[in-house]
């Protein structure tokens, strides 16, 4: 009987074996010695538990917070995000908003209510572009410019694939920082005990460097880590990575739950932990540009046709997650992907 062997135990691995295990013989390979990746909970020295990454589920889909309420308790928070572009050493609520509008100094408020009155909608051939023609160039030169060069490497003007962006536009009339229906966070100690529940039953192999040349290729492989590495050892696609300073603080609930620092400090955001976890108390991570985790995936045309020729070389092969399929998703992406990939096996296999 054919086996199912995934490659990759973050969210995308662990809930594809949680989809296909009842009816196959499921092996998950991770290079480390835990499963969950980025969105697995920590513990400090002192007791406190964070996340290197907010994770909050956000979605208009009931179906995956169901789900996902099968295996952690759910708790619905709403997610604040803030910048601070050090022009005025203040605070402003993001995406934009009226309030986080009108609560500018006068001179900028007049440049970005004159550019909102000109935009031009979401269509362009180039990130920058893209911002301009939605916001105007005064958001976008303050607010999104240094961001965007932080957060992938590359000017926003050398971004080409604007399909990727389109979806982090925010109408300025939106409150919050996610605009789905259901926002939830998991309770106590995160999303650990998913993970296990996730994968009961499963055959996990730890601090496993593998290969696609040491799996048989006639057993369903689903690839949840980055594929040029998996296939051919070498880096061939760009992904942005990140590292992450880990720091205890008292919690202000004054304060958005992630700020970022779109301008010349070194690192790109700060995410305090407090409102998630209920503590007084709690970590505060700084996200730093360029560092052993990775991100997301670069968005180039160019990176994008190295994938599907990647697809189209190894058709056998299924692609998962934000790595694995080269996409940029959030945890419901991949419930609602990975789902469908174990609905399309078990449909094969029935022919």
């Known amino acids: 009987m054919k086996k199912v062997r995934i490659v990759g135990g973050g969210i995308a691995g662990c809930f594809t074996a949680n989809f296909l295990k009842d009816i196959y013989e499921v092996h998950l390979y991770e290079k480390s010695n835990s499963l969950g990746g980025l969105c697995r909970t920590q513990k400090s020295l002192d007791g406190l538990y964070y996340q290197k990454t907010s994770q909050v589920i956000h979605t208009n889909d009931k179906w995956i917070i169901d789900i996902i309420s099968k295996f952690v308790q759910l708790q619905e928070v709403i997610y604040k995000v803030a910048i601070d572009p050090l022009f005025d050493l203040r605070y402003y609520e993001f995406p934009f908003t009226p309030n986080s509008i009108n609560s500018m100094p006068w001179h900028w408020k007049e440049a970005i209510s004159q550019d909102l009155e000109k935009v031009k909608g979401n269509t362009a051939s180039n990130i920058e572009d893209l911002i301009v023609n939605y916001y105007g160039k005064t958001i976008f030169n303050q607010f999104f410019s240094g961001l965007i060069k932080k957060t992938y490497g590359r000017n926003a003007k050398s971004l080409d694939h604007v399909d990727w962006f389109r979806r982090f536009l925010r109408p300025v009339e939106y409150n919050g920082y996610y605009s789905e229906r259901y926002q939830y966070f998991p309770v106590n100690i995160g999303y650990n005990t998913m993970f296990d529940k996730l994968t009961e039953g499963t055959v996990i192999h730890y601090n496993s460097d593998i290969s696609y040349r040491d799996l048989d290729p006639n057993d369903i492989i689903i690839l949840t880590v980055r594929p040029d590495m998996f296939f051919y050892g070498e880096e061939s696609l760009n992904y942005a990575s990140a590292s992450f300073d880990i720091d205890s603080a008292v919690y202000d609930k004054r304060k958005s739950d992630t700020v970022f620092f779109p301008n010349h400090t070194p690192f790109l955001s700060i995410t305090q932990s407090g409102n998630f976890f209920n503590k007084e108390k709690n970590i ?23 994938f599907k020729l990647i697809q189209q070389e190894f058709s056998n092969v299924y692609f998962a997650g934000r790595f694995g399929s080269f996409n940029d998703m959030d945890i419901a992406d991949i419930v609602r992907q990975t789902n469908q990939i174990a609905a399309k096996i078990k449909h094969m296999r029935r022919l």
């Open 284 to 306: 505060v991570v700084k996200q730093i540009p360029k560092g052993e985790d990775l991100t997301y995936p670069i968005p180039k045309k160019r990176n994008l046709k190295k």
